[in-house]
Nanobody
Framework: VQLQASGGGLVQPGGSLRVSCAASGFSFRSYYMSWFRQAPGKEREFVAAISWSGGSTYYADSVKGRFTISRDNAKNTVYLQMISLKPDDTAVYYC??????????????????????WGKGTQVTVSS
C-alpha cells in the first residue's frame, strides 16, 4: 500500500494551493479518503474526508468554505484544493484511507486511529 502526497510548498497568506495524493496497492474506490494535518508542536487533526464515490464530503469547521476535497477514482487520486490560506494552515498534510464511513465527534469526522492506511506528508507553509 502506498499513499504518495505531493504539491505542498510555500504560499503567501491569502493564496491558493492544491495538494494531491496518489494511491496504490489497495482498492481505492472502496475506501473513504481523508486529509489530516499536523502543525509543529500540535496534535494531528482532521481536515476533510470524501466518500467512496465522491458524492459526500466532510470538513473541519476551521477549513469549511476555504478547502475542497475531491477524488478521481480513475486515477486513484485524492485532492485538496486550498484557498484563502492563513498562517494557521501551516502544517504537514497527510492523506489517509478508511474502509468505513466516519461520524462527527468533537468536530472531526475521523479520528487518527480510525484510518487504515497513511501516507507520508507534504509540507504546506503559509508565510509572507
Amino acid at each position: 500500500v502506498q499513499l504518495q502526497a505531493s504539491g505542498g510548498g510555500l504560499v503567501q497568506p491569502g493564496g491558493s494551493l492544491r495538494v494531491s495524493c496518489a494511491a496504490s496497492g489497495f482498492s481505492f474506490r472502496s475506501y473513504y479518503m481523508s486529509w489530516f494535518r499536523q502543525a509543529p508542536g500540535k496534535e494531528r487533526e482532521f481536515v476533510a474526508a470524501i466518500s467512496w464515490s465522491g458524492g459526500s464530503t466532510y470538513y473541519a469547521d476551521s477549513v469549511k468554505g476555504r478547502f475542497t476535497i475531491s477524488r478521481d477514482n480513475a486515477k486513484n487520486t485524492v485532492y485538496l484544493q486550498m484557498i484563502s490560506l492563513k498562517p494557521d494552515d501551516t502544517a504537514v498534510y497527510y492523506c489517509a484511507a478508511a474502509n468505513r464511513p466516519g461520524t462527527y465527534r468533537s468536530g472531526a469526522y475521523y479520528a487518527s486511529n480510525d484510518m487504515d492506511y497513511w501516507g507520508k506528508g507534504t509540507q504546506v507553509t503559509v508565510s509572507s
